[in-house]
């Protein structure tokens, strides 16, 4: 892989040990994969952030990288979710232990000049990159959306991998960066309309179908982007998809010949309802309704407002979002209904990434297939799959 001098220098530790390290991440990369050489990026998200998942050997690591003090993103870059609401945590009953060092790993990103909002969700609290832009983003969902609906391009990157660029302010050159990946290999026609979740639904089927290929979607309905988060997340759980596109929909469908396609697939609404029946592991009901995986944004916070006002919630309820999404929540008073109605707007972190499994809960409703695909298998929790109407259940 080509070099330039500077970039050279960096191997060789001249800015520093972080910088050095990051660039050793980098390049391994490239080699691996057969990168012609390192790309510009304009953004970075990066995952490996809860102590859920990279426990105590990745915050030494995330605190001796921050030591040196020389390595900090030179780009926009934002956190993945951790796995607990960073200041409200003792309110919500996580565990304290969890939360102290869940706290520390964030701090030692903060000191990486990671921006310590967090989400799953960067696109809809200022992390939002341009067309054809070349960005390093590391969560699924995240990715299937940068490349999709907004048609930035990256490659779905390891956590280390998307610090190192983010530190350096490149990537390597390889895989959806190259116009010649981004092309599509099986086509999916929808014969019915779909809504709330059945986005989910389909998104689960073909990411089971394709794989870490890149299906293009012809349906009855147009979605909004709530329903793109949504169907990207599930492709990205079910299968590894990194990018999809959508016919009249997303910004690259035209440069796909379908005629080409030699792949073709049909999807019924019997299919949809099937899967939605199969993404649900028990019929008991949830003990805690946890939306918002993709985070939710002010449009599906506002929906539930809507559903919940002036009434009482019998089961737990928590909307996951950013702590940018809640604040504007709070001003146009989604927040305060929901409380009244005795949920919460849960800031930061996701029912995945959280320890929800040793908080006294046995069944998790959710309206996201990608929450329905994890829970199970991640927390050991059953599921229920639902829309959000028929999820919250009321006194």
């Not at 989400?119 to 809809?124: D, G, Q, R, S």
């Not at 559903?307 to 909307?319: A, F």
């Amino acid at each position: 892989m080509f070099l330039t001098k500077k970039e050279e220098q960096m191997c060789n530790g001249e800015f520093g040990e972080t910088i050095r390290k990051s660039m050793d991440i980098l390049v391994a990369l490239g080699d691996i994969y057969g990168a012609s050489k390192l790309v510009d990026i304009t953004s970075a998200q990066v995952s490996g952030v809860s102590y859920k998942t990279i426990g105590e050997a990745g915050l030494e690591y995330l605190e001796d990288l921050a030591g040196d003090g020389l390595g900090v993103a030179s780009v926009n870059a934002s956190l993945n979710p951790p796995g607990t609401d960073l200041d409200n945590w003792k309110e919500l009953g996580f565990p304290e232990e969890f939360s102290i060092k869940q706290n520390k790993i964030v701090d030692a990103y903060g000191k990486l000049g990671i921006s310590k909002t967090c989400t799953c969700t960067p696109y809809l609290v200022g992390n939002v990159p341009r067309f054809a832009d070349h960005v390093s983003w590391s969560e699924s969902s995240a990715v299937a959306y940068v490349n999709s609906v907004i048609g930035a391009r990256t490659n779905r990157e390891g956590g280390p991998a998307a610090l190192a660029a983010a530190i350096v302010g490149k990537t390597p050159l390889y895989g959806f960066h190259l116009d010649q990946n981004r092309n599509a290999d099986l086509v999916v026609n929808v014969n019915c309309e779909l809504n709330g979740a059945d986005f989910g639904a389909l998104g689960y089927i073909i990411g089971k179908v394709v794989g870490s290929g890149v299906p293009y979607f012809k349906l009855k309905n147009t979605p909004d982007n709530n329903d793109l988060k949504t169907l990207g997340a599930a492709l990205a759980s079910s299968g590894s998809v990194a990018l999809y596109h959508m016919e009249n929909v997303t910004p690259e469908h035209k440069q796909v010949d379908v005629e080409e396609v030699e792949d073709i697939m049909f999807i019924s609404e019997k299919e949809i309802l099937k899967t939605r029946e199969e993404l649900s592991t028990t019929d008991r009901e949830p003990d805690l309704i946890c939306l918002g995986c993709p985070h939710a944004s002010l449009e599906e916070i506002k929906k539930v407002a809507n559903v919940v006002q002036g009434k009482t919630i019998k089961n737990k309820l928590w909307i996951c979002t950013s702590v940018s999404v809640k604040a504007t929540a709070d001003r146009m008073g989604y927040t305060e209904i929901i409380e009244r109605a005795g949920g919460n707007v849960v800031c930061d972190t996701c029912m995945v990434v959280a320890p929800i499994e040793d908080m006294g809960f046995e069944v998790i409703g959710v309206n996201s297939a990608k929450a329905a695909n994890y829970v199970p298998s991640m927390c050991g929790l059953d599921v229920v799959y639902n829309d959000v109407e028929n999820l919250i259940q009321f006194e």
